[in-house]
C-alpha cells in the first residue's frame, strides 16, 4: 500500500556527553528523535531531570519524540507537550486520566502517544482512540536499550494495526528493532520505528537510518 514510515532514532545509547553533536550526525536522514525520559520510579533507570530534557529539546535539529518513563504521565505529558516536543507519548499503566492528558497535550500543539508495556494489552485502552495519534507498542520490557525484540509482541501489533483502521495514527515499535527486526515489526503493521543501538552502535548511524527505512518501506 505504500504506507509512510517513519524512523525516530533514541539516543539513550548515543553519546551523552554530547547529544546535540550525536543529534546531528542522524538530522538529515531521520523524522524525528526519539527521547527517552526516565525517572528511575516507573522504571530502574534515569536519564534526564525535566530540566536537562527542556534544554535538549529546545537545541535539538530534529522534531522530538518524547518518549515519558516517568510515574505520573498526567504531569509530564502536558509539561513535555509545553517545552515543544512534536510528540509526547505517556504510558498507559502510569497515567490516571488517560483521555484528559491525552487532550491536554493535543490542545498544547503536540502529537499525543499513548504506550503500552508488553504486559498490557491494547484491547483495554481502545476506548481512547480518538484522542491518540500515536501507539507505542514496547517490544521490550521499559528501562534500557539494546535488548532482544520479543517477537511475543507480533500479534498485539497485528490487534493494534487492526483496531487503528484507516485512521491516521501513527503506530510505533520500541525496543530491538534492526536490520534483523525492522521487517517482522513493518509486517505486522508498525509504520513508525525507535532504534538505539542498532543506530549508534552502527558505524555510520545516518547510514543505518537509510538502510533500515529502506527495508521498512521495501516491507509496507
Ligand atoms: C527502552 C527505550 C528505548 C531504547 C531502545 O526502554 O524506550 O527507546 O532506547 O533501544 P534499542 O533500540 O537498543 O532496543
Ligand atoms: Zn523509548
Redesign the pocket.
Known amino acids: 500500500m505504500g504506507n509512510e514510515v517513519r524512523i525516530t532514532p533514541?539516543?539513550?545509547?548515543a553519546d551523552f556527553s554530547n547529544l546535540v553533536g550525536e543529534i546531528d550526525r542522524i538530522s538529515a536522514v531521520s523524522d524525528l528523535v526519539?527521547l527517552?525520559v526516565?525517572d528511575d520510579k516507573f522504571?530502574p533507570?534515569f536519564t534526564f531531570t525535566f530540566e536537562a530534557a527542556a534544554d535538549l529539546i529546545t537545541k535539538s535539529a530534529l522534531p522530538v519524540d518524547a518518549?515519558l518513563?516517568v510515574e505520573d504521565g498526567d504531569m509530564a505529558g502536558p509539561q513535555f507537550a509545553e517545552f515543544g516536543c512534536a510528540s509526547v507519548t505517556v504510558h498507559a499503566e502510569a497515567t490516571s486520566n488517560i483521555a484528559q492528558t491525552l487532550k491536554s497535550i493535543r490542545k498544547i500543539g503536540s502529537r499525543s502517544g499513548l504506550a503500552l508495556k508488553p504486559g498490557s494489552e491494547i484491547e483495554a485502552y481502545s476506548e481512547f482512540i480518538d484522542d491518540v495519534d500515536m501507539f507505542l507498542i514496547?517490544?521490550?520490557?521499559?528501562?534500557?536499550?539494546?535488548?532482544?525484540?520479543m517477537s511475543e509482541m507480533v500479534p498485539k501489533i497485528q490487534r493494534t494495526k487492526k483496531l487503528i483502521g484507516s485512521r491516521p495514527i501513527w503506530l510505533q515499535v520500541?525496543?530491538?528493532?534492526?536490520e534483523k527486526t525492522i521487517e517482522i515489526a513493518a509486517s505486522a503493521g508498525a509504520d513508525t520505528f525507535?532504534?538505539?543501538?542498532?543506530?549508534?552502535?552502527a558505524d555510520d548511524p545516518a547510514e543505518m537510518v537509510r538502510k533500515l527505512r529502506s527495508m521498512a518501506a521495501s516491507i509496507s
Open positions: 533514541s539516543i539513550l545509547n526519539h527517552d526516565m522504571v533507570n518518549h518513563m514496547m517490544t521490550v520490557e521499559p528501562g534500557f536499550g539494546g535488548q532482544s525484540f520500541d525496543g530491538g528493532i534492526s525507535v532504534a538505539g543501538s542498532a543506530v549508534f552502535k
